[in-house]
């Protein structure tokens, strides 16, 4: 089995029979034998498969199950969401679609930007034919992966909704505030890393509940004429997203499973640093992170309706579909 890579082998497409084109707006992947191919996975779909064959017995299932298990319900819901378009408010709907694309389009260039720490340094058992190895080329597709996925969502939008008016205010901030360190045991550089590497992890997998709430809203036929079109093009989004979660979880648990180097000499268990940084940052997206966006979600949605004829009746609705 083959385990090592160039970075044009992580880069390369397969030979498309035809590309994906929806109203004229090219986008990634393409389609062989009349089925969607995902961007850039000829050789980092079976690389990725080749090095989790690699990894101990449960050690993949260690950093993913918790993450799965704590995935909080999607707000609005798609009912609610429902109800909302029907009686003509479809900004807030609008905004969740939009802040998606944008947040798709910087989501790999975080990745992108992380110095590499030198890894031979900072784990001394070998790391040859692993992801951890990889990382580099990894972080550049995945990169690339989200620039495309901004353009998909942006379409799915456009297509369900018919070209809608844009909020103007919806740029997040990027900027992470200084935090003291978390592991001062091992270096900085390394707990950077890891840290960058497990908050984009669990943003792609709690991205599970947002793919089923937009397929579920943007494929109601009594919403939406292109209803079809646009439950599609979500879906091969979400198809583009398994190798994310899969080289991720992959080197995460290649780390897991040895030892990291200490600043002090000696060595600490990369289990104990993973499994804290992960059941933090988990913790802080399903709890705090979750509850603010509910809360100025909620407050969206009440200043959309602000002037609708039916906004106390509309509003009791919303809240009993919670």
């Known amino acids: 089995m083959k385990y090592e890579y160039s970075h044009d082998e992580i ?71 429902r109800l909302l378009v029907r009686h003509g408010v479809t900004v807030p709907l609008v905004r969740l679609l939009s802040l998606i ?36 080329s990894l972080f550049e597709a995945h990169a690339r992966d989200e620039a495309g996925h901004r353009r998909m969502w942006e379409l799915a939008r456009d297509i369900a909704l018919d070209r809608p008016v844009v909020p103007k205010d919806l740029a997040p901030s990027v900027t992470s505030p200084a935090a003291p360190r978390l592991f001062p045991a091992i270096a900085a550089d390394l707990e950077a890393l890891i840290l960058r ?20 809203v943007l494929g109601d036929p009594s919403l939406f004429r292109r209803h079809e079109e646009a439950r599609t093009l979500i879906g091969y989004i979400q198809q583009d997203e398994t190798p994310h979660v899969g080289y991720l979880a992959t080197a995460l648990a290649e780390l897991r499973c040895r030892s990291l180097a200490g600043v002090s000499g000696g060595t600490v ?54």
């Open 11 to 81: 880069l390369a497409e397969h030979p498309y029979e035809r590309p994906l084109v929806l109203d004229g707006i090219p986008c990634h992947g393409g389609f062989v034998e009349g089925r969607y191919v995902s961007p850039r996975t000829l050789w980092r779909a079976p690389a990725i498969e080749a090095w989790q064959a690699r990894l101990p017995a449960g050690e993949l299932d260690a950093v993913l199950g918790p993450i799965g298990a704590a995935v909080p319900p999607h707000f609005p819901s798609a009912a609610q969401t």
């Open 101 to 136: 694309a944008i947040v798709e389009g910087f989501g790999g260039d975080v990745l992108r930007v992380v110095a590499l720490p030198p890894l031979g340094a900072r784990v001394p058992d070998p790391i040859d034919g692993t992801a951890l190895a990889h990382l580099s």
């Open 197 to 216: 590497m497990l908050g984009v992890l669990v943003i792609e997998v709690f991205a599970v509940a947002a793919f089923r709430w937009a397929k579920e």
């Open 269 to 322: 268990p990369g289990r104990e640093v993973i499994d804290r940084a992960r059941d933090l940052i988990v913790g802080f997206q399903a709890g705090p992170r979750h509850r603010a966006n509910v809360e100025f979600r909620t407050q969206v949605v009440e200043r959309c309706v602000a002037d609708h004829p039916r906004r106390e009746a509309l509003l009791a609705e919303f809240r009993a579909l919670g």
